[in-house]
């Protein structure tokens, strides 16, 4: 089969679909800064409870995991994932739920062979890679500082 570029430029431009990036973009901007609003506000509410600044910063922490957590379990947060796209990707609430989603899908295998082996399928590669270049780079500075 001998197909010219032109051709196969036009098959593939009628195939494709247009995207909405704009739409997308509007409601991932909108979504995810909701967070982040969110995230003010339980920061704000907590030190107006009384906690200082960085206990404020750490229960609002708490509370994003958790309710990221309560909605991946019941469902929600795919739900909002789905017309957020990039939006639920803020780090926090995005990366409890992807510590908790495959953990929910394969708890009927078990606590050891479901939970306990699939909770960091996703998120495992980013806590490895992390912990590895927060030793590398510290590594290297120890190693700067003595010489």
Same mark, same amino acid.
């Given at each position: *089969?001998?197909?010219? /570029?032109?051709? =196969?430029?036009? *098959?593939? /431009?009628?195939?494709?679909? %247009?995207?909405?990036?704009?739409? %997308?973009?509007? $409601?991932?901007?909108?979504?995810?800064?909701?967070? #982040?609003?969110?995230?003010?506000?339980?920061? %704000?509410?907590?030190?107006?409870?009384?906690?200082?600044?960085?206990?404020?910063? @750490?229960? #609002?922490?708490?509370?994003?995991?958790?309710?990221?957590?309560? !909605? @991946?379990?019941?469902?929600?947060?795919? $739900?909002?994932?789905?017309?957020?796209?990039?939006?639920?990707?803020? &780090?926090?609430?995005?990366?409890?739920?992807?510590?908790?989603? &495959?953990?929910?899908?394969? /708890?009927?295998?078990? =606590?050891?062979?479901?939970?306990?082996? /699939?909770?960091?399928?996703?998120?495992? &590669?980013?806590?490895?890679?992390?912990?590895?270049?927060?030793?590398?780079?510290?590594?290297? =500075?120890? *190693?700067? !500082?003595?010489?």
């Amino acid at each position: *089969m001998d197909i010219s /570029k032109e051709s =196969y430029s036009q *098959m593939v /431009k009628s195939a494709s679909k %247009n995207s909405a990036w704009a739409k %997308n973009l509007v $409601k991932a901007f909108v979504i995810g800064g909701g967070i #982040c609003v969110i995230g003010e506000c339980l920061t %704000n509410f907590y030190t107006y409870l009384g906690a200082d600044q960085k206990a404020s910063s @750490t229960w #609002c922490s708490i509370t994003l995991i958790a309710c990221s957590i309560i !909605l @991946t379990a019941f469902g929600l947060y795919e $739900k909002i994932a789905k017309h957020a796209g990039a939006g639920t990707l803020v &780090p926090i609430t995005g990366f409890a739920n992807s510590v908790a989603a &495959p953990a929910i899908e394969f /708890k009927t295998e078990g =606590y050891v062979l479901g939970v306990g082996a /699939k909770i960091f399928s996703i998120a495992g &590669p980013v806590i490895l890679y992390g912990t590895a270049a927060g030793f590398l780079y510290g590594l290297i =500075y120890w *190693m700067l !500082l003595k010489f």
